[in-house]
């Protein structure tokens, strides 16, 4: 059995944060995921704060910050006995190639995952959350997800090229 430790991980849109990936590790169950989403916002001055976010000072909700993160074009993947992805509205080729090669790892967590997907429609975000409860019992999480980033990445190399879907 793999050990599933309990950790923030953000995969920056390198045209904004020029780094492979941001992770820390919350051994302490007291550690907020959100504050790790906070460090991030920090470090790449995205200017991130918590009336932005809608929370009170001090507050780390995870799901409001890692939305908030996604919104600016960011990958955020919550760690702990079940595995969330925030992800952004497109995926860059970093983004995606750092995805690909994590797909493995990622798989050990087979159902127990998530998947928050951010959709810009018509100038405005939406958000989409996909989990056991809304999937067939034929239907595998891991796949979903892998299916969502490749049409995310595609539609960035569309926009890229100039092709609008």
Known sequence: MVKKTREMIIV???TQVDLIEFRKELPNQKDRHGIVV????????????????GVKEGVYNCYMWSIAVAKLGHIAIQKDTTIIFYLPDTITEKQYQYLKNHKKEYSV??????????????????????DQSNISEHEHLIDILYEIINDKYESYNHNLNGVKK
């Open 109 to 130: 967590y087979g159902q127990n995952m998530g998947i928050v997907n951010i959709l810009i429609q018509d100038n405005q975000f939406h958000v989409e959350t996909i």
């Open 12 to 14: 920056p849109d390198e």
């Open 38 to 53: 906070k460090e991030f916002s920090d470090f790449g001055k995205l200017g991130l704060t918590f009336e932005n976010v």
